[in-house]
Every structure is written in structure tokens, then in C-alpha cells.
């Protein structure tokens, strides 16, 4: 490695990961902190297991709708503002949903109403987030580096539910000014969203052409090796926005990312409900509901970085997928609680260790305008399943009485991405070809 490569990678690093793992954290956060409100919500406000499962999945939808718009908007206004834009309205939204029996007596819309429309709003709001960082993420980093740095930014995710799980848990019990823990919950979780939002306009730079944080000739090395790996990959292919969201592979890769989320997501909503019939109480059930993702964030740096060291990915992708599989599966079938738990761990690994792994395959065939709408077409697509995983469980739930049916189902659809992702034809010497120019460089 050059000495200039060490120090722009070393800044850009510095500067920019730690920042993004904060907005992540709170989206993360925002996201799914309904799995433990639902503990007190469901009674609250009348919600059946199938209900709230829809009412969880529904965001998926309006995240699903908003979302390419939203990524061909962010490359239209640039980054910042545009994720800024989202971080805001997303928090507002999201601490609307302590204020429902209010709405609802106010509109005369039923509770179930005002929740589903408030979790439709919410991924309105979201959309374009994740795709939009992630893209934002291509413009400053090099190839050979794209793997370990999503996987870097994506530690966010175990790390809000090790972090905001006990939290959460914790919140449950606050109570006053006439509101329920429930409630404060939402309210308390989404006023971070809000202040970081403001934080993203002020502290962000769209290009690296406009880092004053960097020296020039450290700017004119990065934007060199992004031109340099930009014209190699269009040498061998240039896709439009037309042929990127209609390429085969891409519909391919949403739907491993598609099985991916209905396991991740189906276990996720509904996982301070399965410890919480262990027998535990609130705070309890906050702590060993973060257990699975400390062992998911080990898991994710560990693989990522053999995934980088070997740059190879679909194998790893698929291995790890495997794991999601037999973990989520087994879980379903036993209920002795310590083994329910080491289970859901071992899946916790390769559910974690799958997106920083995955997202480098469909960015070694685009590029540009089609880079954008491509990853945000896999990423709406496969968030769907973030609809469907948890409607599954919570229908599953309220017509069995248990939780096997759903965790063998989610087991199934992880199983199906293993040997999709398996067969995807991908040309492996193309991302080996754009480390190397980066090494180069």
C-alpha cells in the first residue's frame, strides 16, 4: 500500500464510518424498537399477532414504493441533503406512533388504522436510506476496500440491538404525563433521528472534490482510482438504468436479498415475544434479546474480512446463508429456551454476515446512474420480504399457537437464497480486476 493510499483511506475512514454508524444505529433503531413496544402496544391498542405482524410489514411496502425514486433523487441533490431530508422526517413519523389512541380519537380512524398507516409513512420516509449510503459509500472508497467498509457501517445493525435491546426493555417501565412505557419508547427512541439528521447537513461532504478535510493531491488519488475502476468496468460492461433494472442478475440478487430479510426481519419483530414466553421479565427479556446480535457482529467482521482477504463472495454468501437456515430452522423445532437461544445465536451469525458480503456482487457489474437505481431496485425488491416475513410469523402464530411453523418457513426461504446466490453467474475476475487496479493505484 502507498503511503498516499494509507493516508486518504485512513481519513476517509476516520472521517466518515464512525458518523454513518450513528445515522444507522438510529434508523436501525427506529425500525425495529416496535418488536418490544408490541409487548405492552398489542394490549394498548387491540392488536392481534397477525395484526401487528402486517402492521410491522407494512413498512416494507412504502419503503418498497419510495425507494428508487428516492435513490435517483439522492444522486439528483447530493447526499447530504437528501439523507438529512430522511432522518428527519423518519423521526418525526416514528415518534408519532406514541400519540396513536390520540390520533385515532381525533380522526375517528380505528387504532390498527392509524398503525398501519403510520408504519406505511415510515418506510415512505425511510426509503432510499440504506442504497443511498451505500452508494455514497462507492464514491469514496475504492473496490478492494467496499466489502469491509459495508461491513464496518453495517455493524450498526447488531450494535443497535445490543445497545437499544436492554434500552428498550428498560423504557417499558417509564412512565408519566399520561403516557404509557410504550409510548415514551417511541417518543424517546425517535428524538435521536431528528438531532442526528441535523448533524448529517452539517457534517457530510457530497464528493471528494469537495473535501477540504483532504489535501489535493490526496483528493486527485481518489478521484483517479474512481475513474480508473469506473473505465474498466465499462470496458467489459456498460448496463443503462433500463438494462440495470432488468438484468437477470439483479433480479437475482433481490431475491436473495428477498430470503435474506424474511429471515432476518420475520425473526427480528417478533424475537422479544419468543424470549418474553421464556418466562422473563421486561428488562430480562432486553438483555437476552441482544445476545443473538453480539455474536451476529462477530460473525460479520470475521466473514467480511476473509470475504475481502480471498475476494470471493458468493460462497461465503451462500455458507452463511446456510447458517441462517439450520439455526432458524432447529429453533423452531425445540423449546428448551437455552437451546431456543443458542440456535437463534448461530443464525444471528450468518443473518448479520450476509448484506456486507452480498452488496459488493452487484456493484462489480454497475456503474453510475444505473449503480444507483440497481442497488436501490435489489434493496426495495428484497426488503419486501420484510412485508412478508413477519405477516408470516404473526398469521402463523395466531392460527397455531406456537412459533414453529413460521421459524421453518423463514428457515426455508434462507435455504432457497443459499442455493440461488450459489448458482448466480457473476464474473469473478472483474471484481479481482478492479482490487488490483485499486492496489495499483
Known amino acids: 500500500m502507498d503511503d498516499i493510499e494509507k493516508r486518504v483511506i485512513g481519513k476517509v475512514m476516520t472521517r466518515l464510518i464512525p458518523f454513518l454508524i450513528l445515522c444507522y444505529f438510529v434508523a436501525y433503531l427506529?425500525?425495529?424498537?416496535v418488536g418490544f413496544a408490541k409487548l405492552h402496544m398489542n394490549q394498548a391498542l387491540g392488536l392481534s399477532e397477525a395484526a401487528f405482524g402486517l402492521g410491522a410489514g407494512l413498512f416494507f411496502v412504502g419503503y418498497f414504493l419510495f425507494e428508487v425514486p428516492s435513490n435517483i433523487f439522492l444522486e439528483k441533490v447530493g447526499a447530504r441533503v437528501w439523507i438529512a431530508r430522511i432522518m428527519i422526517t423518519w423521526g418525526i413519523v416514528s415518534a408519532a406512533f406514541a400519540f396513536i389512541p390520540s390520533i385515532s380519537s381525533a380522526t375517528g380512524i380505528p387504532t390498527t388504522g392509524v398503525f398501519y398507516s403510520l408504519r406505511l409513512l415510515l418506510g415512505a420516509c425511510e426509503a432510499g436510506f440504506f442504497p443511498g449510503i451505500i452508494f455514497y459509500l462507492t464514491l469514496w472508497f475504492p473496490a478492494v476496500y467496499r466489502a469491509r467498509v459495508i461491513s464496518l457501517f453495517m455493524l450498526?445493525?447488531?450494535i443497535s440491538s445490543i445497545i437499544g435491546s436492554p434500552i428498550s426493555g428498560l423504557l417499558l417501565g417509564v412512565t408519566g404525563w399520561g403516557l404509557e412505557g410504550w409510548q415514551w419508547l417511541f417518543i424517546l427512541e425517535a428524538l435521536p433521528s431528528v438531532l442526528v439528521g441535523i448533524g448529517v447537513l452539517i457534517y457530510l461532504t457530497d464528493f471528494p472534490s469537495q473535501a477540504r478535510w483532504l489535501q489535493p493531491d490526496e483528493i486527485a488519488w481518489l478521484e483517479n482510482v474512481q475513474a480508473t475502476e469506473k473505465r474498466n468496468k465499462e470496458k467489459v460492461e456498460h448496463l443503462s438504468l433500463w438494462q440495470a433494472l432488468t438484468d437477470v442478475r439483479i433480479l437475482l440478487c433481490a431475491l436473495v436479498y428477498?430470503?435474506?430479510?424474511?429471515a432476518s426481519y420475520g425473526v427480528a419483530f417478533f424475537l422479544p415475544t419468543i424470549i418474553k414466553g421464556f418466562g422473563v421479565s421486561d428488562t430480562q427479556t432486553g438483555l437476552l434479546a441482544a445476545l443473538p446480535f453480539v455474536f451476529g457482529a462477530i460473525g460479520m467482521v470475521l466473514l467480511g474480512r476473509h470475504s475481502d482477504r480471498t475476494m470471493e463472495r458468493k460462497g461465503h454468501v451462500a455458507a452463511a446463508l446456510l447458517m441462517a437456515a439450520v439455526g432458524v430452522g432447529l429453533a423452531g423445532l425445540i423449546s428448551n429456551p437455552i437451546m431456543v437461544m443458542a440456535l437463534l445465536c448461530f443464525a444471528q451469525i450468518g443473518i448479520s454476515a450476509v448484506p456486507p458480503m452480498f452488496w459488493p456482487l452487484p456493484a462489480s457489474f454497475l456503474t453510475g446512474a444505473s449503480a444507483a437505481a440497481g442497488i436501490a431496485a435489489i434493496n426495495s425488491l428484497g426488503n419486501l420480504s420484510g412485508f412478508a416475513g413477519p405477516y408470516a410469523m404473526g398469521y402463523l402464530k395466531d392460527l397455531t399457537g406456537s412459533f414453529t411453523a413460521g421459524l421453518l418457513l423463514?428457515?426455508?426461504c434462507a435455504l432457497?437464497?443459499?442455493?440461488v446466490v450459489a448458482m448466480l453467474r457473476?464474473?469473478?475476475?472483474?471484481?479481482?480486476?478492479s482490487?488490483?487496479?485499486a492496489m495499483a493505484h
Open 416 to 419: 432457497i437464497g443459499a442455493i
Open 435 to 437: 482490487g488490483e487496479v
Open 258 to 262: 428477498f430470503c435474506l430479510n424474511a
Open 410 to 412: 423463514l428457515a426455508g
Open 156 to 158: 450498526a445493525i447488531p
Open 426 to 433: 457473476i464474473d469473478a475476475r472483474r471484481e479481482q480486476l
Open 30 to 33: 427506529d425500525r425495529v424498537n
